[in-house]
Protein backbone atom coordinates (compact mmCIF):
# COMPACT_ATOMS: atom_id res chain seq x y z
CA UNK A 1 0.00 0.00 0.00
CA UNK A 2 1.29 3.54 -0.56
CA UNK A 3 3.19 5.07 2.74
CA UNK A 4 0.77 8.28 1.80
CA UNK A 5 4.31 10.46 1.13
CA UNK A 6 3.98 12.15 -2.41
CA UNK A 7 7.16 11.51 -4.41
CA UNK A 8 8.72 15.01 -4.73
CA UNK A 9 8.40 16.77 -8.27
CA UNK A 10 11.72 18.10 -10.23
CA UNK A 11 11.13 21.39 -11.17
CA UNK A 12 10.90 22.10 -14.22
CA UNK A 13 12.84 24.89 -15.70
CA UNK A 14 12.41 26.53 -19.62
CA UNK A 15 15.64 28.73 -20.37
CA UNK A 16 14.48 31.34 -22.84
CA UNK A 17 17.51 33.33 -25.40
CA UNK A 18 17.65 34.53 -28.84
CA UNK A 19 20.14 32.85 -30.55
CA UNK A 20 21.96 29.59 -29.96
CA UNK A 21 25.51 28.79 -31.28
CA UNK A 22 26.82 32.63 -30.65
CA UNK A 23 30.12 33.54 -29.13
CA UNK A 24 28.53 36.03 -26.98
CA UNK A 25 28.90 36.08 -22.92
CA UNK A 26 25.04 36.41 -22.25
CA UNK A 27 24.54 32.78 -24.58
CA UNK A 28 27.40 31.21 -23.28
CA UNK A 29 26.24 31.54 -19.54
CA UNK A 30 22.95 30.35 -19.97
CA UNK A 31 24.02 27.50 -22.13
CA UNK A 32 25.80 26.10 -19.38
CA UNK A 33 23.92 26.67 -16.74
CA UNK A 34 21.05 24.90 -18.64
CA UNK A 35 23.49 22.13 -18.94
CA UNK A 36 24.67 22.02 -15.51
CA UNK A 37 21.62 22.24 -13.40
CA UNK A 38 21.68 18.96 -11.39
CA UNK A 39 18.81 16.48 -13.01
CA UNK A 40 18.00 15.04 -9.88
CA UNK A 41 16.44 18.64 -9.27
CA UNK A 42 15.36 19.72 -12.56
CA UNK A 43 14.12 18.99 -15.85
CA UNK A 44 15.56 21.61 -18.08
CA UNK A 45 14.53 22.82 -21.41
CA UNK A 46 15.96 25.37 -23.59
CA UNK A 47 14.13 27.54 -26.13
CA UNK A 48 16.31 29.72 -29.07
CA UNK A 49 13.53 31.83 -30.49
CA UNK A 50 15.42 32.76 -33.77
CA UNK A 51 17.05 29.35 -34.44
CA UNK A 52 15.00 26.69 -36.11
CA UNK A 53 15.82 23.13 -37.16
CA UNK A 54 13.83 23.57 -40.47
CA UNK A 55 15.76 26.88 -41.95
CA UNK A 56 19.25 26.64 -43.01
CA UNK A 57 21.72 25.79 -40.36
CA UNK A 58 24.59 27.38 -38.23
CA UNK A 59 27.09 24.49 -37.50
CA UNK A 60 28.02 26.17 -34.51
CA UNK A 61 23.90 26.73 -33.63
CA UNK A 62 23.91 22.60 -34.30
CA UNK A 63 26.50 21.49 -32.50
CA UNK A 64 25.37 24.01 -29.60
CA UNK A 65 22.13 22.00 -29.52
CA UNK A 66 23.39 18.58 -29.74
CA UNK A 67 25.79 19.75 -26.45
CA UNK A 68 22.63 20.25 -24.78
CA UNK A 69 21.24 17.45 -25.37
CA UNK A 70 24.08 15.18 -24.49
CA UNK A 71 23.41 16.89 -21.32
CA UNK A 72 20.06 15.77 -21.00
CA UNK A 73 18.38 19.06 -21.63
CA UNK A 74 15.33 19.13 -24.09
CA UNK A 75 16.53 22.07 -27.09
CA UNK A 76 14.20 23.48 -29.61
CA UNK A 77 14.11 26.54 -31.59
CA UNK A 78 11.15 29.03 -32.56
CA UNK A 79 12.47 29.78 -36.29
CA UNK A 80 11.34 33.20 -35.47
CA UNK A 81 12.73 35.46 -38.30
CA UNK A 82 11.30 38.85 -37.52
CA UNK A 83 9.96 40.91 -34.41
CA UNK A 84 6.70 40.70 -36.28
CA UNK A 85 6.41 37.34 -36.46
CA UNK A 86 4.01 36.85 -32.96
CA UNK A 87 2.51 33.65 -34.66
CA UNK A 88 5.63 32.05 -34.21
CA UNK A 89 5.59 31.97 -30.37
CA UNK A 90 2.87 29.61 -30.44
CA UNK A 91 5.17 26.92 -29.67
CA UNK A 92 7.12 28.07 -27.06
CA UNK A 93 3.28 28.67 -25.05
CA UNK A 94 2.16 25.53 -25.96
CA UNK A 95 5.46 23.87 -24.34
CA UNK A 96 5.28 25.88 -21.11
CA UNK A 97 1.33 24.80 -21.01
CA UNK A 98 1.88 21.05 -21.89
CA UNK A 99 5.24 20.38 -19.96
CA UNK A 100 3.90 22.47 -17.06
CA UNK A 101 6.74 24.27 -16.57
CA UNK A 102 7.67 25.93 -13.60
CA UNK A 103 10.21 28.22 -13.72
CA UNK A 104 10.56 30.61 -17.30
CA UNK A 105 14.20 32.71 -17.33
CA UNK A 106 14.96 34.16 -20.15
CA UNK A 107 18.32 35.94 -21.12
CA UNK A 108 19.09 39.54 -22.52
CA UNK A 109 16.19 42.44 -23.21
CA UNK A 110 14.43 40.90 -25.99
CA UNK A 111 13.59 37.38 -24.42
CA UNK A 112 13.27 39.06 -21.18
CA UNK A 113 10.03 41.32 -22.68
CA UNK A 114 8.68 38.26 -24.64
CA UNK A 115 9.07 36.16 -21.31
CA UNK A 116 6.87 39.01 -19.38
CA UNK A 117 4.44 38.79 -21.91
CA UNK A 118 4.37 34.99 -22.69
CA UNK A 119 4.87 34.00 -18.67
CA UNK A 120 0.61 34.13 -18.19
CA UNK A 121 -0.15 33.07 -20.80
CA UNK A 122 2.20 29.58 -20.69
CA UNK A 123 0.96 29.55 -16.96
CA UNK A 124 3.81 29.55 -15.60
CA UNK A 125 4.36 30.54 -11.87
CA UNK A 126 7.83 31.64 -11.37
CA UNK A 127 9.42 34.31 -14.28
CA UNK A 128 13.32 35.15 -14.00
CA UNK A 129 14.49 37.79 -16.50
CA UNK A 130 18.39 37.76 -16.44
CA UNK A 131 20.05 41.00 -17.22
CA UNK A 132 23.53 40.89 -19.07
CA UNK A 133 23.89 44.77 -19.03
CA UNK A 134 23.70 47.86 -21.00
CA UNK A 135 24.51 51.42 -21.04
CA UNK A 136 21.45 52.22 -19.04
CA UNK A 137 21.24 55.24 -20.45
CA UNK A 138 18.75 57.05 -23.17
CA UNK A 139 16.17 54.53 -24.57
CA UNK A 140 13.23 55.68 -22.68
CA UNK A 141 11.39 53.06 -23.83
CA UNK A 142 13.38 50.46 -22.69
CA UNK A 143 14.22 51.78 -19.35
CA UNK A 144 9.82 52.33 -18.85
CA UNK A 145 9.93 48.33 -20.35
CA UNK A 146 12.62 47.08 -18.01
CA UNK A 147 10.51 49.13 -15.21
CA UNK A 148 6.68 48.74 -15.51
CA UNK A 149 7.06 45.14 -17.52
CA UNK A 150 10.09 43.20 -16.56
CA UNK A 151 10.71 44.09 -12.82
CA UNK A 152 6.96 43.94 -12.46
CA UNK A 153 6.44 40.35 -13.91
CA UNK A 154 9.22 38.64 -12.95
CA UNK A 155 9.83 37.24 -9.75
CA UNK A 156 13.52 37.88 -9.43
CA UNK A 157 15.39 40.07 -11.58
CA UNK A 158 19.26 39.80 -12.13
CA UNK A 159 21.63 42.26 -12.29
CA UNK A 160 25.65 40.38 -13.47
CA UNK A 161 27.41 42.98 -10.94
CA UNK A 162 26.82 45.13 -8.27
CA UNK A 163 27.30 48.42 -10.50
CA UNK A 164 24.16 46.96 -12.60
CA UNK A 165 22.43 46.84 -9.56
CA UNK A 166 23.23 50.03 -8.57
CA UNK A 167 21.78 51.42 -12.19
CA UNK A 168 18.94 49.09 -12.31
CA UNK A 169 17.89 50.88 -9.24
CA UNK A 170 19.20 54.46 -9.47
CA UNK A 171 18.58 55.07 -13.02
CA UNK A 172 15.84 53.14 -13.74
CA UNK A 173 13.87 53.65 -10.72
CA UNK A 174 13.50 49.32 -10.30
CA UNK A 175 12.64 48.67 -6.73
CA UNK A 176 15.62 47.33 -5.04
CA UNK A 177 13.53 44.45 -3.66
CA UNK A 178 13.20 43.23 -7.19
CA UNK A 179 16.65 43.59 -8.13
CA UNK A 180 18.81 40.28 -7.62
CA UNK A 181 22.85 39.95 -7.71
CA UNK A 182 23.85 36.85 -9.58
CA UNK A 183 28.16 37.53 -10.34
CA UNK A 184 29.21 35.22 -13.12
CA UNK A 185 31.80 32.47 -13.12
CA UNK A 186 34.01 30.47 -15.55
CA UNK A 187 35.27 27.40 -15.45
CA UNK A 188 39.40 27.09 -15.58
CA UNK A 189 40.60 27.47 -18.98
CA UNK A 190 42.82 25.11 -19.94
CA UNK A 191 46.69 25.33 -20.92
CA UNK A 192 46.81 26.38 -24.49
CA UNK A 193 49.72 26.40 -26.84
CA UNK A 194 50.66 30.10 -27.49
CA UNK A 195 53.57 29.12 -29.52
CA UNK A 196 51.65 27.61 -32.29
CA UNK A 197 49.38 30.46 -32.47
CA UNK A 198 52.26 33.09 -33.01
CA UNK A 199 54.08 30.49 -35.76
CA UNK A 200 50.16 31.03 -37.83
CA UNK A 201 50.28 34.12 -37.49
CA UNK A 202 53.71 35.25 -38.52
CA UNK A 203 54.47 36.64 -35.25
CA UNK A 204 58.95 37.34 -34.88
CA UNK A 205 59.97 35.83 -31.82
CA UNK A 206 60.54 37.80 -29.04
CA UNK A 207 57.13 40.34 -30.63
CA UNK A 208 55.16 41.48 -28.10
CA UNK A 209 51.16 40.66 -28.77
CA UNK A 210 48.45 42.53 -27.87
CA UNK A 211 44.89 40.63 -27.70
CA UNK A 212 41.41 41.13 -27.28
CA UNK A 213 38.78 38.22 -27.12
CA UNK A 214 35.62 40.17 -27.82
CA UNK A 215 32.40 40.11 -30.62
CA UNK A 216 32.97 42.63 -33.14
CA UNK A 217 29.73 45.52 -31.85
CA UNK A 218 29.87 49.22 -30.56
CA UNK A 219 29.60 48.56 -26.78
CA UNK A 220 33.09 46.30 -26.72
CA UNK A 221 34.98 49.83 -27.86
CA UNK A 222 37.25 48.23 -30.14
CA UNK A 223 38.05 51.75 -32.02
CA UNK A 224 39.70 52.59 -29.16
CA UNK A 225 42.01 49.57 -29.16
CA UNK A 226 42.78 50.43 -32.52
CA UNK A 227 43.57 54.05 -32.14
CA UNK A 228 45.53 52.87 -28.98
CA UNK A 229 47.83 50.76 -31.27
CA UNK A 230 48.65 53.95 -33.49
CA UNK A 231 49.99 55.70 -30.40
CA UNK A 232 51.40 52.66 -28.75
CA UNK A 233 53.19 51.45 -31.65
CA UNK A 234 55.46 54.54 -31.93
CA UNK A 235 57.48 53.59 -28.65
CA UNK A 236 56.90 49.53 -28.87
CA UNK A 237 59.19 48.35 -31.67
CA UNK A 238 57.24 45.10 -33.33
CA UNK A 239 54.06 45.40 -31.41
CA UNK A 240 51.15 43.45 -32.66
CA UNK A 241 47.58 43.58 -31.83
CA UNK A 242 45.11 40.74 -32.85
CA UNK A 243 41.32 40.50 -31.92
CA UNK A 244 39.58 37.51 -31.83
CA UNK A 245 35.69 37.49 -32.64
CA UNK A 246 32.79 38.44 -35.30
CA UNK A 247 30.68 40.72 -35.90
CA UNK A 248 28.58 44.14 -37.88
CA UNK A 249 31.72 46.64 -36.83
CA UNK A 250 34.70 44.10 -38.81
CA UNK A 251 34.55 46.35 -41.88
CA UNK A 252 34.49 49.45 -40.07
CA UNK A 253 37.32 48.39 -37.84
CA UNK A 254 39.58 47.49 -40.79
CA UNK A 255 39.02 50.75 -42.59
CA UNK A 256 39.71 52.33 -39.32
CA UNK A 257 43.22 50.21 -39.12
CA UNK A 258 44.06 51.36 -42.93
CA UNK A 259 43.35 55.02 -42.17
CA UNK A 260 45.71 55.38 -39.27
CA UNK A 261 48.49 53.07 -41.00
CA UNK A 262 48.12 50.22 -38.51
CA UNK A 263 46.83 47.61 -40.94
CA UNK A 264 50.16 45.66 -40.83
CA UNK A 265 50.02 45.64 -36.86
CA UNK A 266 46.18 45.03 -36.41
CA UNK A 267 44.80 41.72 -37.32
CA UNK A 268 40.86 40.71 -36.78
CA UNK A 269 40.86 36.97 -36.45
CA UNK A 270 37.23 36.37 -36.59
CA UNK A 271 35.59 33.97 -34.56
CA UNK A 272 37.68 31.51 -33.31
CA UNK A 273 37.92 28.06 -31.56
CA UNK A 274 41.21 27.79 -29.96
CA UNK A 275 40.70 30.94 -27.13
CA UNK A 276 42.99 29.11 -25.37
CA UNK A 277 45.89 28.68 -27.40
CA UNK A 278 45.09 32.50 -28.15
CA UNK A 279 45.58 33.61 -24.21
CA UNK A 280 48.58 31.81 -23.76
CA UNK A 281 50.43 33.50 -26.68
CA UNK A 282 49.26 37.54 -25.66
CA UNK A 283 51.40 39.00 -23.81
CA UNK A 284 48.74 41.82 -22.75
CA UNK A 285 44.74 41.65 -22.98
CA UNK A 286 42.87 44.20 -23.38
CA UNK A 287 38.88 45.12 -22.56
CA UNK A 288 38.15 48.55 -24.17
CA UNK A 289 35.01 48.63 -23.67
CA UNK A 290 32.11 51.34 -23.33
CA UNK A 291 30.06 49.63 -20.91
CA UNK A 292 30.22 46.36 -19.36
CA UNK A 293 28.32 43.86 -17.02
CA UNK A 294 30.73 41.17 -15.68
CA UNK A 295 32.23 40.21 -18.82
CA UNK A 296 33.42 36.24 -19.80
CA UNK A 297 36.04 36.80 -21.74
CA UNK A 298 37.89 38.87 -18.97
CA UNK A 299 37.65 36.51 -16.52
CA UNK A 300 39.18 34.16 -19.49
CA UNK A 301 41.83 36.66 -18.89
CA UNK A 302 42.52 36.34 -15.42
CA UNK A 303 42.20 32.64 -15.39
CA UNK A 304 44.87 32.79 -17.69
CA UNK A 305 47.39 34.72 -15.75
CA UNK A 306 47.61 37.48 -18.24
CA UNK A 307 48.68 41.25 -17.81
CA UNK A 308 45.14 42.87 -18.23
CA UNK A 309 44.19 46.60 -19.22
CA UNK A 310 40.68 47.84 -19.20
CA UNK A 311 38.28 50.56 -19.62
CA UNK A 312 36.65 51.74 -15.79
CA UNK A 313 32.65 50.54 -16.64
CA UNK A 314 30.46 48.81 -15.47
CA UNK A 315 31.39 45.60 -13.33
CA UNK A 316 34.66 45.39 -14.60
CA UNK A 317 35.91 46.96 -10.99
CA UNK A 318 34.06 44.11 -8.89
CA UNK A 319 36.49 41.73 -11.06
CA UNK A 320 40.17 43.99 -10.81
CA UNK A 321 41.21 46.07 -8.75
CA UNK A 322 43.39 48.81 -10.57
CA UNK A 323 46.90 48.51 -9.57
CA UNK A 324 46.36 45.22 -8.33
CA UNK A 325 44.82 43.22 -10.58
CA UNK A 326 45.49 45.34 -13.79
CA UNK A 327 45.32 48.12 -15.28
CA UNK A 328 41.77 50.39 -15.33
CA UNK A 329 41.80 53.36 -17.83
CA UNK A 330 38.88 55.76 -18.96
CA UNK A 331 36.64 54.27 -21.37
CA UNK A 332 37.42 56.87 -24.71
CA UNK A 333 40.71 57.39 -23.79
CA UNK A 334 42.97 55.98 -26.15
CA UNK A 335 46.44 57.33 -25.39
CA UNK A 336 45.69 56.13 -21.84
CA UNK A 337 44.91 52.96 -23.23
CA UNK A 338 48.45 53.03 -25.35
CA UNK A 339 50.85 54.64 -22.10
CA UNK A 340 49.28 51.60 -20.01
CA UNK A 341 49.94 48.56 -22.38
CA UNK A 342 53.05 49.97 -22.58
CA UNK A 343 53.92 50.10 -19.33
CA UNK A 344 53.11 46.52 -18.92
CA UNK A 345 55.21 45.33 -21.83
CA UNK A 346 57.96 47.41 -20.60
CA UNK A 347 57.95 45.96 -17.10
CA UNK A 348 57.89 41.95 -17.46
CA UNK A 349 57.83 41.56 -13.59
CA UNK A 350 55.17 43.91 -12.53
CA UNK A 351 52.98 42.48 -15.61
CA UNK A 352 53.66 38.85 -14.38
CA UNK A 353 53.00 39.89 -10.81
CA UNK A 354 48.99 41.19 -11.75
CA UNK A 355 48.19 38.69 -13.86
CA UNK A 356 48.94 36.15 -10.86
CA UNK A 357 46.88 38.09 -8.62
CA UNK A 358 44.40 38.13 -11.19
CA UNK A 359 44.11 34.31 -11.42
CA UNK A 360 43.73 33.90 -7.92
CA UNK A 361 40.91 35.91 -7.28
CA UNK A 362 38.60 34.27 -10.41
CA UNK A 363 39.80 31.38 -9.22
CA UNK A 364 38.62 32.43 -5.51
CA UNK A 365 35.53 34.44 -6.22
CA UNK A 366 34.14 33.75 -9.80
CA UNK A 367 33.78 30.52 -10.61
CA UNK A 368 30.75 28.74 -12.85
CA UNK A 369 29.91 26.08 -10.25
CA UNK A 370 28.80 28.75 -7.86
CA UNK A 371 26.37 30.46 -10.38
CA UNK A 372 25.05 27.45 -11.12
CA UNK A 373 24.41 26.54 -7.50
CA UNK A 374 23.05 30.02 -6.87
CA UNK A 375 20.77 29.66 -9.74
CA UNK A 376 19.41 26.43 -8.78
CA UNK A 377 18.83 27.58 -5.39
CA UNK A 378 17.24 30.92 -6.25
CA UNK A 379 14.73 28.77 -8.88
CA UNK A 380 13.86 26.53 -6.07
CA UNK A 381 13.10 29.32 -3.84
CA UNK A 382 11.35 31.30 -5.69
CA UNK A 383 9.13 28.41 -6.90
CA UNK A 384 8.30 27.09 -2.90
CA UNK A 385 7.37 30.91 -2.27
CA UNK A 386 4.98 30.49 -5.45
CA UNK A 387 6.26 32.95 -7.42
CA UNK A 388 7.14 35.87 -5.10
CA UNK A 389 10.67 37.41 -4.67
Request: glycine share 10%; hydrophobic share 45%; aromatic share 6%.
Amino acid sequence: MPDGRETERRLRVLTLVDRLGTSGGGERLAMEVAKRLDPARFDRWYCASRWGERGPQDEAARRAADELREAGVMAFGLGRRSPAAVWSWGPLVRTLRRERIDVLHTHKFGSNVWGALLAPLGRVPVLVAHEHTWSYEGQPVRRFLDRELIARRSAAFIAVSREDQRRMIEIEHIRADAVTFVPNGIDPVPAGDGERVRRELGIEPGAPLVGAVAVLRPQKGLELLIRATAVAARSVPRLRVVIAGEGPERARLEALAAELGVAGQVTLLGRRSDVPDLLAAFDVAVSSSWFEGSPLAMMEYMDAGLPIVATRVGGVPDLIEDGVHGLMVEPGDPDGLAAAIGELLRDRDRAAELGARARERRRAEFDLNGTVRALGDLYERLAAAGGRP
